[in-house]
């Protein structure tokens, strides 16, 4: 039975109606497979593709709602609508994702329909948030206001991420596609492009009095359980070939990939297949042949963003001894390029944030800002256009809904996907062990400065989705089989993420029971301060010394033999219950 309709299929289709289609089409589809007329595979392809995940065996009827929110940009009427979902279908958290998507948990089956005609009326769409297509268009969240960039990404994000919604191009892929947009090469901004199907990161090209802005084209990255880095296509695309290269690459990514064996479908795979050499040789053809047939494309809206309010004092103000303000205003408020205006982050524990919290960054957005937020690929939330003359009063209103934890882009912002909580692949309870070392690393404020951009990543599961792979310090949920039962897990790896210019993928250390976990990241903490050198970051104290110095830090944590072995060593992290490994298919494309 088919269940597109044709107009949400025409290219690039991004209207109200078009998405109203999908609500209507939603409400039709649930009751035909309520009442046994639509088989549950194609009703969950069907769902996927409108974003809707079903939760864990366990949690048979709820779903969980992922909200596509391009490069991040959320207005303060989209927070309200999101706190109010949170409050009245979901469990009163909406949580922020590596991809700076929004998703809501426990939704029940039957209520989708009225989440998504709430999200439309805000202008918010869930629509290939899931399924074979292009996910969210991840983009730095300081664009256009940051010290660091080339120029300001957002409105080619924006293009790309608007071209690509309901194009016919992107219905039907062999497996998910991600791209990402960065402002800078240095990762500053917290894009990471060769971890992405492509990465595109802004360029110069100048030619005396010229200057044309452009693009570094990475292709072919990707993590889970074969990671790996992208290759850099071409140093250097105007930007009027941003669409044309895009499309001459998810043709070849649709001709060529993998569509029997999903394990093996991604674009890295199709690199792996091709060669790099035959895959650029394709890309070129296909783009002249799309630029030479004539068609127009669209570009981008260039609009200089700014804060409405006009400034009263260029200068921060003074701590006046507030220890608590003082530490916030180091870590998380940056000065922008405008000057007397800041960047605010906001850093809710493991992208967990509250009806309340949703409520006040609303607030706080019409009122100090210039009405918008932008998540992070770290779980954040960022206020921008803050005058330097309203830092204390922007303080004040996040500490009274408790968003005034300091750390911001430093160790104690630890981030983790849901994990075993809701998640089908999910072995281990990942939140509750990134709860535990946020509240472990917030004990030790004074480390922030030794440790530099030192990063902690969770994720229940190798898939990685918490992007353990490219961490200082990562985690993904495993489990030890001993007499007795099963042990809930976590492999340990160290200096993942680029340094001084190159790419690395985590080293692993080894396997700790997930009640060691905390103690384990706190271990290797300890060891790169006792050992580094001045001026020495954590990335070249691994490659001076080597990975054994800390697998010998965490090796007694490692031995579960059993005189070593403690009943609590089987309930995994904040559950009651003896631990088992249950996991089921996984929906992240399907």
């Not at 949703?358 to 005058?387: C, H, K």
């Not at 009063?393 to 911001?408: C, D, F, I, M, R």
């Not at 030794?450 to 969770?458: D, E, N, W």
Request: hydrophobic letters at 35%; glycine letters at 10%.
């Amino acid at each position: 039975m088919e269940i597109e309709t044709r107009e949400s299929i025409q290219t690039g289709v991004d209207s109200r109606d078009a998405y109203q289609e999908d609500i209507d089409a939603m409400r039709d589809a649930i009751l035909r497979f309520k009442q046994n007329e639509l088989p549950e595979d194609e009703f969950k392809r069907f769902r996927l593709h409108r974003g809707i995940y079903g939760q864990r065996a366990d949690q048979k009827g709820f779903n969980m709602v992922r909200v596509k929110v391009p490069y991040g940009l959320l207005d303060s009427r989209q927070l309200v609508t999101l706190a109010g979902i949170a409050r009245d279908y979901s469990d009163g958290f909406a949580h922020v994702t590596t991809r700076q998507d929004v998703q809501l948990h426990w939704v029940r089956l039957e209520a989708v329909p009225d989440v998504m005609e709430k999200l439309n009326q805000a202008g918010l769409t869930t629509r290939e948030a899931c399924g074979n297509t292009v996910r969210n268009i991840v983009g730095s969240p300081p664009a256009g206001v940051s010290r660091d960039e080339l120029f300001d990404v957002t409105p080619y994000a924006h293009l790309l991420a608007s071209h690509l919604l309901r194009n016919s191009l992107n219905q039907t892929l062999p497996r998910k596609f991600k791209i990402s947009f960065s402002g800078s090469s240095d990762e500053r901004d917290g894009i990471i492009p060769w971890i992405h199907d492509i990465g595109y990161v802004a360029a110069i090209e100048a030619s005396g009095s010229n200057v044309k802005r452009g693009f570094r084209v990475f292709v072919g990255g990707g993590l889970g359980a074969q990671p790996r880095v992208a290759d850099l296509l071409e140093e250097f695309i105007p930007v009027e070939w941003l669409i044309p290269t895009t499309e001459a690459i998810l043709s070849i990514f649709n001709e060529f990939g993998n569509r029997e064996k999903r394990d093996k479908a991604r674009m890295k795979y199709v690199l792996w297949q091709l060669g790099f050499a035959e895959f650029k040789q394709k890309v070129g053809e296909l783009r002249s042949g799309i630029l030479a047939a004539g068609r127009t494309f669209p570009e981008p809206d260039i609009v200089d963003e700014g804060g409405y309010l006009p400034l009263d004092s260029p200068t921060l103000p003074a701590t006046n001894g507030d220890v608590e303000f003082n530490r916030w205003l180091h870590s998380n408020v940056f000065s922008q390029k405008q000057t007397g205006y800041n960047v605010v982050y906001v850093n809710p524990t493991i992208g967990d944030i509250t009806v309340d919290q949703l409520l006040a960054l609303s607030r706080i957005a019409e009122n100090y800002s210039n009405g918008t937020v932008r998540t992070t690929p770290q779980q954040d939330m960022v206020l921008r256009w803050i005058r330097s003359s309203d830092i204390h009063s922007v303080y004040n209103e996040l500490k009274s809904v408790g968003l005034n934890q300091p750390g911001a882009q430093q160790t104690a912002n630890v981030t983790s996907c849901p994990g075993a909580d809701t998640c089908n692949l999910g072995i281990t309870h990942s939140r509750a062990l990134g709860r535990e070392l946020t509240l472990s690393l917030q004990r030790q404020p004074d480390w922030s400065e030794l440790l530099g951009g030192v990063r902690i990543k969770i994720s229940g599961c190798m898939n990685s989705c918490g992007q353990h792979h490219v961490a200082a310090i990562g985690f993904h949920g495993a489990t030890k089989n001993v007499e007795g039962g099963e042990i809930p897990s976590y492999i340990v790896s160290i200096s993942g993420g680029m340094n001084s210019g190159r790419y690395n993928f985590g080293k692993t250390l080894g396997r700790v029971p997930s009640h060691y976990a905390a103690e384990a990241a706190l271990r290797i903490i300890k060891r790169f301060i006792s050992e580094r050198i001045a001026g020495e970051n954590f990335w070249q104290l691994v490659e001076r010394i080597g990975v054994r110095p800390f697998r010998d830090a965490i090796s007694d944590l490692a031995d579960v033999r059993p005189e070593k072995i403690t009943e609590e060593l089987f309930v995994d992290i904040g559950e009651s219950t003896k631990f088992a490994a249950v996991t089921g298919e996984g929906e992240c494309a399907v």
